[in-house]
C-alpha cells in the first residue's frame, strides 16, 4: 500500500514538473515570437522610411519652386522615380513575407510542375541578367511534380534566380536546375559570382539581412529574399542549403517532396 502511495505521488510530482516545464516552454516560445515580431515591425518601418525621406524632401525643394534648372529638375524627379520602385520592391517583398506569415491557410494548394515553373521564371529574368552580361543556363527534367502553393514557388525561384544575377559580375553564368532525386525534386541555381564567406551563410535567411560587403552594398536589395525563400520552403517542408565559396560563386539548393 505504502509503495503504490509513494508511486502515486512520484506520478502526481512528476506530472506537475513536465506540464511546468511544458507551459514555461510554450511561454518562452511564445514571448520570442512576439518579440520577433516587434524586431520585424520596427525594421519594415525603418526600411519603409528611408526612400519615403527621399522622396518627400525632392518633392518639397521642387513644390517650393528652390530648384529652377531643368537638369536638376530631371535629375531629381529622376530620383523621387528610383525611390518610388524601390520603396514599391519593397512593399511587394513585406506582402510576400507576410503571406507566409498566415502560412498554408492562405496557400492554394496544387500539383505543380516544378519545371514548368522553374523555366517561367528562368524566361522573366533572362532579360536582365542579358543586360548584365551574365549568362543563363536552364537545365530541367520535366515532368517534376510537387505539392504546393504556385505563387509561393514561384517566388522562392524568383528570389534565388534575381540574387545569382544580382550578386555575380560579368562575365559571369548562372545555371537554374530541376532534377529528380528519389522522392525528392531539387531546384538549384549555381552562379559563379562573389560567394559567400562561411560565417555569414547561416545569417543570410534573416529577415532584412544583407552581408556587408561593397557589392551588397551596391547592390539593391530588401534582404527579405532568403527569408522568404526560407519561409516557403518550411511551409513546403522542403529545405534550403547554400554551398559558397567567396570569389568562386554559390549553390543554393531547395529539395521539395515529390508530388504522389
Ligand atoms: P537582398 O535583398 O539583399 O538580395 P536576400 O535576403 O535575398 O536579400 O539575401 C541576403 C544577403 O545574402 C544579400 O544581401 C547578399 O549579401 C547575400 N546573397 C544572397 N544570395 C547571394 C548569392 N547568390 N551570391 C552572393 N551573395 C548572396
Known sequence: KTSIL????????????????????????????????ANFL????HELKTPLTSIKMFAEMMAKGRVQ???????YS???GKESTRLENLIGAILNYTRMERGSQAFHWERIDMAQCAEKVYNALLHI????????????ERGNF??????????????LIENAIKYTNPPGHVTVRVKNE????VFSVTDTGIGIASSEQKNIFNDF??????????????GLGLAIVKRVAEAHKADVSVQSKPGKGSTFTVRLRKAE
Open 182 to 185: 528519389l522522392d525528392k525534386v
Open 129 to 140: 541578367a542579358d543586360d548584365r552580361g551574365i549568362k543563363m543556363d536552364l537545365e530541367i
Open 42 to 45: 520596427s525594421s519594415v518601418s
Open 78 to 80: 529622376g530620383l523621387i
Open 69 to 75: 534648372k531643368m537638369e536638376k529638375i530631371q535629375e
Open 209 to 222: 539581412y544583407r552581408v556587408g560587403d561593397e557589392m551588397t552594398r551596391s547592390t539593391k536589395g530588401s
Open 6 to 37: 509513494y508511486g502515486l505521488v512520484l506520478f502526481s510530482l512528476l506530472t506537475v514538473l513536465f506540464g511546468s516545464l511544458f507551459v514555461f516552454r510554450s511561454l518562452t516560445q511564445e514571448r520570442r515570437l512576439l518579440s520577433m515580431k
Open 146 to 159: 510537387v505539392m504546393g502553393d504556385y505563387t509561393s514557388l514561384y517566388s522562392l525561384a524568383q528570389n
